[in-house]
């Protein structure tokens, strides 16, 4: 048993708490590789904000979770050694299935992580989230529940509908489950293609897809239900249109890409939304750079030449979430 608390982590509870209270949301960026965790704490520290580093089910497959583990407590050294003799990390599992793999992490140094139990029947969701609570919180680690469900797939769950979150369960919910924070639907999901074009209108100027708007009336009854609960956004990537165009341009295939407008993800940081799920735009940022580097260098293949300027254009995409969408910096 490994307690976050020795590795320097922190859980999300007052992190939280201060976020609603002061209008802004926390970022919440997956990482699987070295240069994306490298991105994150380097953009942290330079904004001097707080941050969440998530890992799903899939990264632990890919990177190893012991080895992903260690990344995350290298976090913490290398930010202090940026210069933040403070830094606010918190370790999170990004949509953990099972009891068992919560169980995982939280011993092995997780300080959050999330049970999404969103494609369950209601009862067996909160009986689950309730299981992992329990344990969890006698570790002090915070739990993260999903009622509703988003479309497309979350991990090894598909959906072909989104299923609004209910805001007359919420208070049930929380409630019985005990969770800390609570993740919603109302309009946001996975992946580049968030929606389809026959749901989204199209910019006459650009032909450029314009995305229907985020269901702002159940989340605004959802905060009457709960005042002060921190509520959750997944599927918040904007899939910045430039990204897309220079993937394109060098050889990929995106058509049609589509994410949420930042403009609206700005207005859900305001509320008691106060952690933004962003991996897409990770992705993104990431092979953009690489193809466009790997078109105009040919003859370049030591790996450290292209990952170079994908790490820093990951980079200038933490630091814009951060200061123009999220407003988490400078709270440190
Ligand atoms: O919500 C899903 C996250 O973007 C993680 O995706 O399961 O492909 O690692 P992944
Ligand atoms: P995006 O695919 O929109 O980046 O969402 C990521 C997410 O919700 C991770 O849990
Ligand atoms: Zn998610």
Redesign the pocket.
Known sequence: MTSYKDLGLVNTREMFAKAVKGGYAIPAF?F?TMEQMQAIVQAAVETKSPVIMQV????RKYANATILRYMAQGAVEYAKELGCPNPQIVLHL??GDSFELCKDCIDMGFSSVMIDGSSLPYEENIALTKKVVDYAHKYDVTVEAELGVLAGV??EVASEVSHYTKPEEVIDFAKRSGCDSLAISIGTS?GAYKFKPEQCTRDPKTGKLVPPPLAFDVLHAIEKKLPGFPIVL??SSSVPQDEVDTINKFGGKLPDAVGIPEEQLREASKSAVCKI?I??DSRLAMTAAIRKYLAENPAHFDPRQYLTPARENMKKMYIHKIVNVLGSNDKL
């Open positions: 997956n699987n799903s089910k899939g990264a990004d949509h979350e991990d996975h997944h599927g799920n991996d897409s």
